[in-house]
C-alpha cells in the first residue's frame, strides 16, 4: 500500500523523466541490443520464432533479477523506510499517468487555441497514424483512443503486476510491454521474430484490461458521465478491437462520453480502417481529452484504494 500509493504521488509530482538512464529506456536499450545478436533475416519462420522467444525470455530475466537486486541490496544496507522510498520510486518509472495527462492537456489546449498545426503535430508524438491532414475531431479522437488504451498499459498493469509479485514483476511487466512495441509489428520483419512477445503482452493484459472496462463504468457513474452507454458499449464494441484488450477501455471510455471512436486511419498514405466503436451522441471536441484524462485519474485511485482493501483484508485473513 504504501509503495503503490508513493509510485503514484511520486507520479503526480514529478512525472516520467526523460533521460537516457530511465529503467524503460535501459530496458529498451536492452532488447535492441539482443535483437541486434538474435534476429538474422535469413532464417526461416520457425527460427525466427525461436530467436524471438529467447529474446522475450532473456529481457524479462534480466529485468526481473535486476530489480529484485537493486531492492535486495537496499533492504541489506539501508533502513527499511529506505527500501520503501527506493522501491516506490522504481515503481513509479513503470506507471505514467501523469505524461498521458500532460500529452493530452497540451493537445487540448492546442485545439481550444485554435492551433490545429501544434495539435496535429503533438498528437504525432503519441499515435502511430499519419496525422498532418487530421481535422479536429480526428485529433480529439486519436488523443481519446491514446489515453483510453493506455490506461491499461501505461497505469493499472504495473500496479496489478505489483500487487502480484512486487516491484520486480511490475518491471518485468513494463518489460513484456516494450518489447510489444518495438517488436509486436505484423510486417515481415517481426511477423515471426516479435510473436512471442506481441502474444505474451496480449496474456498479460487479458485480465487487468477486463477489470479496467469495469472501473470505468464505475468511474463514469462518479463523473456524471453516461455510465449506462458505457456499459452497454463495452458488452457490445469491446471485442471489435483489433486487440482483445484495447476495446474494453475504448470502447467503455466511447460510451461514456457520447462519442464514436474507430474509423479511417491512414499509415505512411495507406488507409487502414478501425472499426467503430461507441455511437456519435456528440461531435467529437477538446473537452472529451479533458473528460479522458479525469476518467484516467480516477480509475487510478480506484484501483489503488482496491488494492489498499484487499492488502488489508489479506492481512486480516492472515
Not at 502511430?128 to 475531431?137: E, I, N
Request: aromatic share 12%; hydrophobic share 50%; proline share 4%.
Amino acid at each position: 500500500m504504501i509503495v503503490s500509493f508513493g509510485a503514484f504521488l511520486i507520479d503526480c509530482a514529478i512525472g516520467d523523466p526523460r533521460s537516457k538512464f530511465h529503467p524503460v529506456v535501459l530496458i529498451g536499450k536492452l532488447i535492441a541490443f539482443l535483437e541486434g545478436i538474435f534476429y538474422r533475416q535469413a532464417d526461416t519462420a520457425a527460427k525466427k520464432l525461436f530467436a524471438g522467444g529467447m529474446v522475450v525470455c532473456l529481457v524479462l530475466s534480466i529485468s526481473y533479477m535486476t530489480a529484485d537486486a537493486l531492492l535486495t541490496l537496499t533492504a541489506s544496507f539501508a533502513a527499511p523506510w529506505l527500501e520503501n522510498v527506493v522501491a516506490a520510486l522504481l515503481l513509479s518509472f513503470m506507471i505514467s499517468p501523469r505524461n498521458l495527462a500532460e500529452a493530452g492537456r497540451e493537445i487540448k489546449n492546442f485545439l481550444l487555441d485554435g492551433n490545429l498545426a501544434e495539435a496535429r503535430h503533438k498528437v504525432g508524438w503519441i499515435v502511430g497514424r499519419d496525422t498532418d491532414q487530421l481535422s479536429v475531431g480526428d485529433v480529439t479522437r486519436a488523443t481519446v483512443e491514446t489515453i483510453s488504451e493506455n490506461i491499461v498499459d501505461g497505469v493499472i498493469s504495473p500496479l496489478f503486476f505489483f500487487w502480484l509479485g512486487g516491484v520486480p514483476l511490475a518491471v518485468a511487466y513494463r518489460a513484456a510491454n516494450t518489447m510489444d512495441s518495438m517488436l509486436g509489428y505484423r510486417n515481415e520483419k517481426y511477423l515471426y521474430f516479435g510473436r512471442v512477445a506481441a502474444r505474451l503482452d496480449d496474456v498479460l493484459n487479458f485480465v487487468p484490461a477486463r477489470i479496467t472496462g469495469l472501473m470505468l463504468v464505475a468511474a463514469a457513474w462518479l463523473l456524471k458521465l453516461d455510465y449506462r452507454n458505457a456499459w452497454r458499449m463495452m458488452r457490445r464494441d469491446a471485442l471489435k478491437h483489433p486487440s482483445p484488450n484495447g476495446g474494453y477501455t475504448e470502447a467503455t471510455v466511447a460510451g461514456a462520453l457520447g462519442i464514436r471512436l474507430g474509423g479511417l486511419n491512414y499509415y505512411f498514405g495507406q488507409p487502414s480502417f478501425r472499426t467503430y466503436m461507441g455511437e456519435p451522441l456528440h461531435a467529437l471536441g477538446p473537452q472529451h481529452i479533458q473528460q479522458a484524462i479525469r476518467l484516467m485519474y480516477l480509475v487510478t485511485v480506484m484501483f489503488l484504494l482496491l488494492l489498499a482493501v484487499g492488502g488489508w483484508i489479506g492481512g486480516q485473513l492472515l
